[in-house]
Each structure stands twice: as structure tokens, then as C-alpha cells.
């Protein structure tokens, strides 16, 4: 908590001192001294100074119920109260992993029966594709171990979550494990050329089916890919990606798993994105919105075809960490989903989504920096553009979209930005006036960037 001993310097000098950042070039940070958040209500943060930000990204991408619930709060301190830890290894178990687990069967889609627990979406990856490997060992195949991911993927930043994502300057710096391949991803605004979406989408699929050609697919484990690649961009593919996909899987023997840690839980205006895209998968990897980011939990859900063969005929799984399972998670992830269902914020984020859009679009739609608005429930992308008509970026990549962030944050919004491209996720509980705030203090950010970058977009 500040109190009158702590200025705001104080805090930022001490910051700098002692504590290295995720994703920070440390040197430019302690140049520019690091913004204190002190506490949260219901869409917005507040910060040291007193400043009220419209988290338009829900923290990273994860405070679906929004901040400040207190029922969180409360399922918490009941729960550490009863059983504040124990572990899941050893022939033991505890009531709220139980009772999640079997809640998440009954949500995911069918066949989907099995629940693997971690603490964060990077060891859910890692579950998933050390279970892929135990998988084919089991079934005699031991030579699958080549896993096919897409540029732009984001997987998380362990060395595994690395090496299976597309980002290269995370490849540069030890995400560079053997057996992983990258494909084109379906981003028709920014790959597509003069191909249609439909078109993009099968053109993009194919890559994956060339890349298993290629390799031998007596050699390939699993396709890995976010419903809608978050990170990258909000990526999402043509309506003629995913069954194409599913084609390709199931006709190579090929595992599929889709990460749904930003997709699950409604943020698509479906339970996940697998159910929006009529994805098959063999596992999903969920976390975020699974606790609204209250706590650290992910859960690795696991198709009845795939536990099957773990269950009955791998013997023992050496894997596994100590919070598995952890009993305070679950029950916070317990509550939550509670919270969801009964504020209806799965059918929500699909409706309110499409408010956002139309506000979006009326508010920006002409403008000529502005060259694709897309999304799907409450995620989706804003493109910025150099010329409407040809989809042209920038000279300098991410010159623009910083600028654009920066804006947002002085006047009160956060969105992200990736390249270019402006990226939005709000907490799914965000009202219709707080939309329109978000548009509004958009807007006015999209303009003043304009005016700095104008000499370079068509008019
Ligand atoms: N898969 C996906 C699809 C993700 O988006 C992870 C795995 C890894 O989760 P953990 O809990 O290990 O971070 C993620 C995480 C950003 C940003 O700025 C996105 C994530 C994490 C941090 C920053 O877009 N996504």
C-alpha cells in the first residue's frame, strides 16, 4: 500500500533498483520511470498519481469478471482458511480441484473429459506437448515428436512456450528447441494479398498439410494453434481455416491442440474459441479467464481419446508441478465461472462485442489511417494503415502503433499494440457507456497520432 512515507519516486526508484520486468528493455524503462498501479474497480485501474485508466485489455487479457470482486476475494480467504495447500501428487487429491475439473468437463467441448492443472498457460503448453509425446511413445510410435506451429503464435516464454510460438526475436534468445516447425498464419489483412478471406483461409491450411509432407508425418506430433492468435495480432483466420485444419489432423494422425488461454472462457462469446470455430481438438491449454487473473491457474483439458491411452496404457507420468490442483485456485476458479454463468458473460461478450465494433466503425471507419476494424466477441484488432486501399503499413513497423498506445495511455486507455496494430480485450463485464468511453478516448488517440504521422498516409 503507499502511505505518506512513499512518494511516487520513491516507488519508481526502488522499482528500478531491484525489479527486472517481463517483456522491459530495462534501460529505456528507468529513462522513462515505470507507472505505479495501486488498485482496481470494476474496468479501471487507478495509479499512484491519482490517474483513472479504462483497462481496455483486461490486464493481459485475463480479468474477465473485472476487478474488484469481492466474492473472489471471499472464495479465497475461505478456502485458505479450510485448506490453504496440498498437493495433488501421491495418491492424494482436494475438494476444489475435484469439483473444477469436473465443472470444466462439463464446459468444454464433447469428448473433452480430462483436466491436467498448472499455474500458468506457458506449463499448460508444456503439459500438453510433453503429454503428446507420451502419447505417441505409448502407441509405438516414438519418432512423432516434431510439433508445427505459426509465425506470430504466441505460446508462452518458457523455452518450450518459445520455441512452439512464431515470435522470432523470442527464438533469438533461447526459444529455439529442436522439433518445432512455423507456418504461415491465417492473417489475410496482413498475408492474404489478392486472395479472398475464403480463399486465404483453405491457401493458409494447406501450409500445414505441405509442412507434414514435407517432414514425414510419421515424425510430427501435434499442431499447435490459438483459436485467434492473441499476441501476434488478434489473428483471426477465415471461416475456411479451422475445418480445413481439422481435415488435415485427423487425416495425418497428427494431435491437435488448440490454446485457448486467451480465447476460453468467453472472451469469444462462446465458452471457447474451439466451440466459435467448430474446432475438434485432441487437448486445449486454458488459464486467464479461468480465475479472472485473481490467482495463477491453468487447466490443460484433455479429449477421452488421448486420456484413454495416458490412463490405461503410459504407466506412470513423470510430470507434474507442485501447485497442481491448488486448492485456493480452484476455488477462486470455481467462483468465477459461477460469476460468468450467472452475469451470462459468455453471450454477453458476443453482444457486447458487436456494439464495440459498430461504435468502432462509426467513430473511425473513414478515417485514412484506419485499415481493418475486426473481431470476435470482446477481442479484435484495429489495423493502422498508410493507404486504405492496398492494406500498406508503415515504413518504420511499430513506429505508428507505439505512438498510438502511448496517446492511449495519456488519455486514460489502455490497448496493446503489436506491429501496427492496435489490439483490444476488455473485461467482459464492461458496460455499453464504458464502451463508448473506450471508443471515445480511441478516437481521440487515432487522431493525435495522425497528425504526427499524416505526412505518410494517403489521403
Ligand atoms: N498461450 C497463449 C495463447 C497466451 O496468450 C500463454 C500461452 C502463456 O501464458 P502465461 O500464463 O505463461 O503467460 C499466453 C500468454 C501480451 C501478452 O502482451 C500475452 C500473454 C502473456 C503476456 C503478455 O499480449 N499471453
Redesign the pocket.
Known sequence: MLNDLHETTDWQGLDAAHHLH??TDHKDLHARRVRVITEAQGVFLRDSEGHKILDGMAG??CVAAGYGRAELVDAAAAQMTKLPYYNTFFKTTNEPAVLLAQRLAGLAPEGINHVFFAC??????DSALRTARVYWQTLGKPEKKIVIGREYG?????ML?ASAGGMADMHRQGGDLPNFEHVLPPYWYGKGGQMSPEEFGIYAAREVEKKILALGAENIAAFIG?PIQ??GGVLIPPETYWPEINRICKQYDILLIA????CGYGRTGKWFGSDYFGIKPDMM?T??GLTSGYV?L?ALLVHDRVAEVMINQAGEYYHGFTYSGHPVCCAVALKNLEIIEREGLVAGAGRKGEILRAAFTEALGDHPMIGEIRGVGLIGAIELTTDRRTRKGFAKTGEAGTICRDFCIENGLIM?A?RDTM?FSPPLIITEDEIATMVALFKKSVDQTYEKVKSQVAS
Open positions: 517481463p517483456f493481459l487479457w500458468s498457460g506457458s506449463e499448460a503448453v504466441y505460446h508462452g516464454s518458457t512456450g490459438e492473441g499476441s490454446d485457448e488461454v486467451i491449454t488459464a486467464k495463477p491453468s496493446r503489436t489490439l
